[in-house]
C-alpha cells in the first residue's frame, strides 16, 4: 500500500511532467481513496473502464487519456457528470499522463511501440522528443502493414507508394501532423494512430508510406508499462483493462 499523494509525486519525477505544454492537467485529476493497494489502467477513462475499476474494488484508475481538456466546456454535466460522480461515490483516485507518458524513454507508447515492431537504432525528432525514428528490415509496404497488423491486432489504413521501407518514423495516437518532419528525417514510411485529409496527398506527393495504426491501439503500451512498474515498485497490485476502441 502507498499513499496516493507518495504515488502521485514519485509518477510526476519520473514522467518529467513540467517540462511539457499539455492539453490537460498530468497527475491526480480526481482525489479519491489516500492509500493504493489496487491500481486499475486502461488507455481512456470512459464509463467502461470506470465501471470495470468499480467492479475491482480498485482504489485508483491510471489513465493516457484523462480529463480537463484544454478548451472543452468546463461544466461538470451529462457524461462528464456521471464519469466524475462514479470516481467520488466509489472513492477511487483518478490519475493521467498525456504527453509525459507519449515520451518517456522507456515507459513510453512511443518508444514500447516501436520496440514491439524491432526497430533499431532509435532516435527522436520534433521540438519535444516525442517522436521516434529507426531502422528495419528492408521490406515493401505490404510487408510492413502485415507486421503492424499483427502486432496491434488490428489492420492500418495504408497510404501505399513504390518504395522500400527501411527508415520507419512514428508518434502513437493524433500525431498525423508529424508526418513532414518524419520527411525531413529521411523517413520512407510514417506510423501514427490517426489520420486527417490532406495527409493522403502530403504522403503520396512526397513518396512515403503513410500507417494510421489506430489512436487507442498504438497507445496500449505505456500505461500498461507505468502500472506495471508501480506495482513492483510499491508492492501494489495492477491490472490493466483494455477497452477496445476501433478508432
Known amino acids: 500500500m502507498i499513499s496516493c499523494c507518495h504515488l502521485v509525486k514519485h509518477c510526476n519525477e519520473l514522467l518529467n511532467v513540467t517540462q511539457f505544454k499539455d492539453y490537460c492537467p498530468n497527475g491526480l485529476q480526481v482525489e479519491g481513496n489516500r492509500s493504493i493497494a489496487y491500481l486499475v489502467s486502461g488507455v481512456s477513462a470512459n464509463q467502461a473502464l470506470i465501471d470495470a475499476a468499480i ?13 480537463f481538456w484544454k478548451g472543452e466546456n468546463p ?3 451529462g457524461i462528464k457528470k456521471q464519469r466524475i460522480q462514479a470516481l467520488l ?19 513510453g507508447n512511443n518508444v514500447l511501440l516501436a520496440k514491439q515492431l524491432n526497430l533499431s537504432e532509435i532516435g527522436y525528432f520534433s521540438t519535444n522528443e516525442i517522436a521516434i525514428i529507426g531502422s528495419v528490415a528492408t521490406q515493401s509496404g505490404i510487408e510492413f502493414k ?17 518504395r522500400q521501407i527501411q527508415r520507419v518514423a512514428l508518434c502513437t495516437g493524433a500525431a498525423q501532423s508529424y508526418i513532414e518532419q518524419a520527411i525531413e528525417q529521411g523517413a520512407d514510411a510514417f506510423v501514427s494512430g490517426e489520420i486527417s485529409e490532406n495527409i493522403w496527398h502530403i504522403a503520396k506527393e512526397n513518396n512515403v508510406h503513410y500507417f494510421a495504426a489506430g489512436h487507442h491501439a498504438t497507445e496500449r503500451y505505456g500505461v500498461r508499462a507505468l502500472g506495471d512498474y508501480l506495482a513492483q515498485e510499491f508492492a501494489i497490485k495492477h491490472q490493466f483493462i483494455d477497452i477496445i476502441n476501433p478508432i
Open 89 to 107: 461515490v466509489n472513492n477511487i483516485n483518478l490519475i493521467a499522463y498525456h504527453l509525459p507518458l507519449d515520451a518517456h524513454k522507456t515507459l
Open 146 to 162: 502485415q507486421r503492424l497488423t499483427k502486432t496491434l491486432s488490428r489492420e492500418p489504413l495504408h497510404v501505399a507508394v513504390d
Open 75 to 77: 461544466v461538470i454535466s
Open 55 to 67: 467492479e475491482h474494488n480498485a482504489d485508483a484508475l491510471l489513465v493516457h487519456h484523462g480529463f
